[in-house]
């Protein structure tokens, strides 16, 4: 039988979102589709950083870059998060990656073995569980809801145990829109330290904060030496198909990561990390005005799902409500999706895709323009 897939691929699955995607075809969707299953920024990429990358291929930066990536990306990545993150990195702890889900592919293959334990909030970012399978770890998982009702330090003391080895944070948190506070932190921050555990941050959502500011594990006392924090340009800027993102770790880890960076990419797109250098240097203003239209898309898409009946708390971050669709749409969140699908043409995530935990919940991005998001309330109101 040497015509078989390898194993670790029998260990790991397909995006749930191309199910959906599926399944909307399937349907053969006659218009109007609501589309509020995407996870992606609702505008375009701004000019400056086009236009950023148009020179870089215009003047020939067109050849290798150095595997770890170019040096003035480093030296903008360490300046940024110095400044914004309070992280205490220099330039051989950063390194450019081809986006975030790449640099969480690194981070994981660099820091867990086979067998180790990684405790992961839930419900948590899909492609978690299946890197860390990849890396032949398992996941353990500690319930937000039960964190934040219990406390943090004593959520995770319930479910750690021995071969516990990592600890997966990420903040802002897709699906939930949870964003931890800085007392949050701490307490899980000295939970790592007591138990010697590596943490991987995934900060994803950095700049999509809607109250209290985000705030990176790394700049808390101890943390930054067993930290390794991912970043990605996708969400802030309006990027996600151009590929840049980076880690950001000390030694050990960052020899790892170089190994791994070089062997699956060799080194991100030269022209693209050009880009990169003028969205973190430039990029402030745009943020700010980014973050207003998210609020206003935010607050309209939430009142309108609690006028339906649903239980939605508002989002603190990220661009999703993670509303509970029990009471009206029942327990089963592929049942929940079908029927908003096929009564009111409106596309969500089922919660059940995120882990057990999201069980009962359905995702809906706010990241469209406001025509939609009124449009699918007015459908969803006229079909439930
Ligand atoms: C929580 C989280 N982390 C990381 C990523 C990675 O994004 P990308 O690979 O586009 O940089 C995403 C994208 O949806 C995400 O939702």
């Not at 480093?74 to 990195?89: L, Q, T």
């Not at 334990?117 to 398992?138: C, H, N, Q």
């Not at 969205?279 to 998210?294: K, M, N």
């Not at 009471?327 to 029927?339: I, N, T, Y």
Request: net charge neutral; hydrophobic share 45%.
């Amino acid at each position: 039988m040497n015509q078989r897939v390898a194993e670790r691929c029998e260990r790991i699955e397909f995006s749930e979102i191309a199910r959906i995607r599926n399944r909307i075809l399937e349907l053969g969707f006659e218009p109007p589709l609501h589309p509020l299953h995407g996870g992606e920024p609702f505008y375009e990429t701004p000019e400056f950083i086009t236009e950023a990358a148009i020179r870089a291929l215009r003047e020939h930066r067109t050849r290798y870059a150095p595997s770890s990536g170019i040096p003035e990306l480093r030296a903008a990545i360490v300046e940024k998060v110095r400044r914004k993150n309070r992280i205490p990195a220099e330039p051989e702890h950063a390194i450019v990656t081809s986006g975030g889900l790449h640099g969480l592919f690194v981070a994981i293959l660099a820091t867990v073995n086979p067998g180790d334990e990684v405790l992961i909030f839930s419900p948590y970012w899909t492609p978690m569980k299946d890197l860390v399978a990849l890396a032949g770890g398992r996941l353990r998982l500690v319930r937000w809801m039960e964190a934040r009702q219990d406390g943090f330090r004593q959520a995770l003391e319930r479910h750690a145990t021995s071969r516990s080895r990592l600890l997966l944070v990420n903040t802002p948190a897709n699906p939930i829109g949870f964003v931890l506070t800085r007392d949050e932190l701490c307490e899980i921050a000295e939970f790592a330290r007591d138990r010697d555990l590596v943490v991987i941050s995934d900060e994803a959502y950095e700049d999509l904060t809607f109250e209290a500011p985000h705030v990176s594990i790394a700049s808390l006392p101890g943390m930054f030496e067993r930290t390794l924090s991912v970043f990605t340009l996708s969400k802030s800027y309006a990027m996600t198909g151009w590929r840049v993102g980076y880690v950001v770790a000390p030694e050990p880890w960052m020899s790892g990561l170089r190994k791994l960076v070089l062997n699956t990419i060799n080194v991100v797109s030269t022209p693209m990390q050009w880009a990169a250098v003028a969205a973190l240097t430039e990029g402030e203003a745009f943020l700010e005005h980014a973050r207003a239209a998210y609020r206003q898309r935010r607050d309209r898409l939430v009142q309108g799902l609690r006028a339906l009946g649903f239980a939605c708390d508002l989002p603190q971050g990220t661009f999703y409500a993670f509303p509970n669709v029990e009471r009206v749409l029942g327990p089963k969140s592929w049942e929940a999706f079908d029927v908003l699908l096929k009564r009111a043409g409106v596309s969500t995530v089922p919660g059940v895709v995120f882990g057990p935990h999201g069980e009962g919940h359905l995702r809906f991005t706010f990241s469209v323009a406001l025509e939609t998001i009124d449009a699918a309330l007015e459908a969803m109101r006229a079909a439930l």
